[in-house]
């Protein structure tokens, strides 16, 4: 039997916390050591940040960007546990201050934990390629829940990333974020994105490959918040006894070339 890991689980009494901890419990290969939340914070059985650290090999944690950034640079302090970060809609500043953290532990980030998401990126990048921009244009849509913050969603900035890849380019260079009014015609080679809040959707993204004569439309629906816990642990097998370093759930699943 595979020897079980010890996990703590970071902003505990949210809805990701929650079920983190629950996969964790239902797992015989990971131990549940520490919960913990926002400082103040008050729940059955939560504890400090760092006792919380003290007691375990991997920290998972879906919080906040704010929050993941102030984690990920406390571990790097003390030279440990390993991370796991579920956080979306980080500014490039708070995205370097992880990788700065990185060089002193070992860091999964990821926008998305869905192993069908992590395949559907390497599936875009290769019609990207095939499918030129002078042919295909590429509009990638998403939907959640009303209570998302960030815009477009972290797994729909990684598929137009993974798109952008496949066609040689700058996301940034490419990427469409809103129309509205007179906006002219469109671009050669943009990847448009258009995003829904609304009700309590957890996930929804397609890409759609549009040509003067066909359509391609590929695309993940997720059912269950659980599939993301599940991943995350994954992850954190994974990434327990990992050397520093930052990683993403592509090198988790051994999907990179």
Excluded at 199 to 218: C, N, P, Q, R, Y
Aim: glycine share 12%; proline share 4%.
């Amino acid at each position: 039997m595979t020897n079980p890991i010890d996990i703590a689980v970071a902003g505990a009494l949210g809805r990701m916390g929650q079920a983190v901890a629950a996969v964790i419990e239902s797992r015989d290969d990971a131990r549940l050591t520490a919960r913990f939340d926002r400082p103040g914070a008050v729940g059955e059985g939560l504890v400090d940040v760092d006792a919380a650290l003290a007691a375990a090999q991997v920290v998972i944690d879906f919080t906040t960007p704010a929050a993941s950034v102030a984690l990920a640079q406390a571990v790097a302090v003390r030279g440990g546990p390993a991370l796991v970060i579920g956080s979306t809609g980080c500014s490039d500043e708070q995205l370097a201050a992880i990788a700065q953290a990185a060089k002193s532990v070992a860091i999964v980030h990821a926008g998305n934990y869905s192993l069908g998401v992590n395949m559907l990126m390497g599936l875009v990048a290769k019609a990207a390629q095939a499918l030129g921009p002078e042919a295909y244009d590429i509009e990638i849509f998403e939907a959640h829940h009303k209570r998302k913050v960030d815009a477009p969603s972290g797994t729909a900035l990684m598929l137009g990333q993974a798109a952008a890849e496949g066609r040689g380019v700058k996301l940034d260079d490419v990427a469409q974020r809103g129309r509205d009014g007179i906006t002219g015609p469109r671009r050669v080679g943009d990847i448009g994105f258009s995003v829904m809040r609304g009700g309590d959707i957890i996930g929804e993204h397609s890409v759609t490959f549009a040509a003067e004569d066909e359509i391609l439309t590929i695309s993940h629906s997720a059912r269950d918040r659980g599939l993301f816990a599940r991943g995350a642990v994954v992850a954190a097998r994974w990434v327990a006894g990992k050397p520093p370093g930052l990683y993403d759930m592509q090198d988790v699943l051994g999907l990179k070339a």
